[in-house]
């Protein structure tokens, strides 16, 4: 083979060359790499990964960044080696170039960079498929990287606290000039005394919602995804792993309609129903509302949320109903249900996380509460497993005292019992359930 058959990597050291340029001229140059995500792994020539390196602790110490604070700086990390001394850096320091071209040169900088990640990613495609491992799992492993390389997800996520810092402030300073930033990142549950207590729900947590059967689990997150999409427009993921989609359809229409559910499961509508429904079919059209009733598995539930991601550009609130029914075939612990659940468990908050939005999974209770003078659900309760508790931010159960005493004097009410909140305080919410359209209220 002939050297000249031999391809390196995508890459540009012009462009990197001039970005570094333009950093010596405008230290605020380094800001507007900030935005485009460029760190110090994105440069290909080792001699400017130590540089831009040297650059970024400079400017997280609040020091200027010229040849000789940047020198001092490579010696502490003994670096300086590597960059041939300082006369590197004066060549590079003496280009006239205008600041204003650095986000140009620093696009230039990412897309090779996510160029050569592709390359690496391929190589472990292929790496895998010789290696002749599972088939699901090669499976799940390529789409798990071809989605974090859309997501323009940094290879390196080990970060020094100093950066943490800084870009901490940096987002408090920007938040406090634009506090409805904090509104649009959040997804509200619509009810005024829940998220009083949990402050809505954040990107990343995994809430869990439980009750013992005909408590109103169902007809509650339904109540959610209604208040998200239509309320706050928010993009809702729902999986039902018990009840048809028709049935969901269902009961989302008598919900928003306020036709008895009985009435449309049985079709005895007026033509005014007809009517009435037919506008609540246009107006929920609208919104960015997707149910599946056929994924049984988390690799298929991640798949098809990723899709969402990749062709829509987010999700907000993923709702899966519910977890002890989600298929565990092929999981490393089935057969076991304690480790089964446990592992779905951890499974979802990392979904959460990769995701980036708030996951609300739907939970059976044990029968213990039954045996107990007070019936209200406490967290032992939780069916299977410890570790739901362990890894969910939220725990939130719903209790319906006249299930348990007829002559109670809370009829139609549920308390909503926030038994966990890694953010922020516990309590109790009330709300009325009008059991005939399956549609939680504010008291």
Same mark, same amino acid.
């Given at each position: 083979?002939?050297?000249?058959?031999?391809?390196?990597? $995508?890459?540009? &050291?012009? +462009?990197?060359?001039?970005?570094?340029?333009?950093?010596?001229?405008?230290?605020?140059?380094?800001?507007?790499?900030?935005?485009?995500?460029?760190?110090? !792994?994105?440069?290909?020539?080792?001699?400017?990964?130590?540089?831009?390196? @040297?650059?970024?602790?400079?400017?997280?110490?609040?020091?200027?960044?010229?040849?000789?604070?940047?020198?001092?700086?490579?010696?502490?990390?003994?670096?300086?080696?590597?960059?041939?001394?300082?006369?590197?850096?004066?060549?590079?320091?003496?280009?006239?170039?205008?600041?204003?071209?650095? +986000?140009?040169? *620093?696009?230039?900088?990412?897309?090779?960079?996510?160029?050569? @990640?592709?390359?690496?990613?391929?190589?472990?495609?292929?790496?895998?498929?010789?290696?002749?491992?599972?088939? $699901? /799992?090669?499976?799940?492993?390529?789409?798990?990287?071809?989605?974090?390389?859309?997501?323009?997800?940094?290879?390196?996520?080990?970060?020094?606290?100093?950066?943490?810092?800084?870009?901490?402030?940096?987002?408090?300073?920007?938040?406090?000039?634009?506090? #409805?930033?904090? !509104?649009?990142?959040?997804?509200?549950?619509?009810? =005024?005394?829940?998220?009083?207590?949990?402050?809505?729900?954040?990107?990343?947590?995994?809430?869990?919602? !439980?009750?013992?059967?005909?408590?109103?689990?169902?007809?509650?997150?339904?109540?959610?995804?209604?208040? /998200? !999409?239509?309320?706050?427009?928010?993009?809702?993921?729902?999986?039902?792993?018990?009840?048809?989609?028709?049935?969901?359809?269902?009961?989302?229409?008598?919900?928003?309609?306020?036709?008895?559910? &009985?009435?449309?499961?049985?079709?005895?509508?007026?033509?005014?129903?007809?009517?009435?429904?037919? #506008?609540?079919?246009?107006?929920?059209? =609208?919104?960015?509302?997707?149910?599946?009733?056929?994924?049984?598995?988390?690799?298929?539930?991640?798949?098809?949320?990723?899709?969402?991601?990749?062709?829509?550009?987010?999700?907000?609130?993923?709702?899966?109903?519910?977890?002890?029914?989600?298929?565990? /075939? *092929?999981?490393?612990?089935?057969?076991?249900?304690?480790? #089964?659940?446990? =592992?779905?468990?951890?499974?979802?908050?990392?979904? @959460?996380?990769?995701?980036?939005?708030?996951?609300?999974?739907?939970?059976?209770?044990?029968?213990?509460?039954?045996?107990? $003078?007070?019936?209200?659900?406490?967290?032992?309760?939780?069916?299977?497993?410890?570790?739901?508790?362990?890894? /969910?931010?939220?725990?939130?159960?719903?209790?319906?005292?006249?299930?348990?005493?007829?002559?109670?004097?809370?009829?139609?009410?549920?308390?909503?019992?926030?038994?966990?909140?890694?953010?922020?305080?516990?309590?109790?919410?009330?709300?009325?359930?009008?059991?005939?359209?399956?549609?939680?209220?504010?008291?």
């Amino acid at each position: 083979m002939d050297i000249s058959d031999i391809k390196l990597p $995508p890459h540009n &050291t012009d +462009a990197e060359k001039w970005v570094l340029s333009c950093i010596f001229l405008d230290n605020d140059s380094m800001y507007l790499l900030d935005g485009l995500g460029i760190m110090p !792994a994105d440069f290909y020539q080792k001699e400017h990964i130590s540089i831009f390196e @040297a650059m970024t602790q400079l400017r997280n110490s609040k020091r200027t960044i010229d040849v000789v604070t940047l020198s001092d700086q490579l010696i502490k990390n003994g670096t300086l080696e590597i960059i041939w001394w300082t006369d590197y850096l004066y060549d590079i320091s003496l280009y006239l170039i205008t600041p204003s071209v650095c +986000a140009e040169y *620093g696009k230039i900088i990412k897309e090779k960079s996510v160029l050569r @990640a592709i390359l690496k990613v391929s190589q472990w495609i292929i790496g895998d498929v010789y290696s002749e491992k599972d088939t $699901p /799992a090669i499976i799940e492993s390529i789409e798990k990287q071809i989605f974090s390389l859309v997501q323009y997800n940094q290879w390196d996520s080990l970060k020094h606290i100093s950066e943490l810092l800084n870009t901490r402030v940096e987002e408090l300073m920007y938040i406090a000039d634009h506090p #409805e930033e904090i !509104a649009n990142s959040k997804t509200m549950s619509g009810y =005024e005394s829940l998220d009083k207590i949990t402050g809505g729900f954040k990107s990343g947590e995994i809430i869990i919602l !439980a009750a013992r059967p005909s408590m109103g689990k169902t007809a509650f997150s339904l109540n959610l995804l209604l208040n /998200a !999409a239509l309320g706050q427009k928010k993009s809702i993921a729902f999986f039902s792993l018990e009840m048809s989609s028709q049935s969901i359809v269902d009961r989302l229409l008598s919900t928003e309609t306020g036709i008895p559910m &009985t009435n449309i499961t049985k079709g005895l509508l007026s033509d005014d129903d007809y009517t009435t429904i037919g #506008e609540s079919i246009a107006k929920l059209s =609208e919104f960015d509302i997707y149910i599946d009733e056929e994924s049984s598995t988390l690799p298929v539930i991640k798949s098809k949320l990723r899709k969402i991601v990749i062709e829509k550009g987010k999700v907000d609130l993923v709702i899966i109903d519910y977890m002890q029914l989600i298929n565990t /075939a *092929g999981m490393k612990y089935a057969g076991n249900r304690v480790q #089964e659940v446990s =592992e779905i468990s951890r499974t979802l908050k990392e979904m @959460a996380k990769e995701l980036k939005c708030p996951i609300i999974a739907l939970s059976q209770l044990s029968r213990e509460n039954e045996k107990r $003078p007070d019936k209200k659900p406490i967290l032992s309760d939780l069916r299977d497993s410890g570790s739901i508790e362990q890894d /969910a931010d939220l725990v939130v159960f719903l209790y319906r005292d006249e299930y348990y005493d007829p002559d109670t004097d809370k009829k139609g009410i549920t308390d909503v019992l926030i038994r966990k909140n890694r953010n922020g305080e516990v309590g109790d919410a009330e709300l009325r359930f009008i059991a005939n359209r399956m549609k939680f209220e504010d008291i």
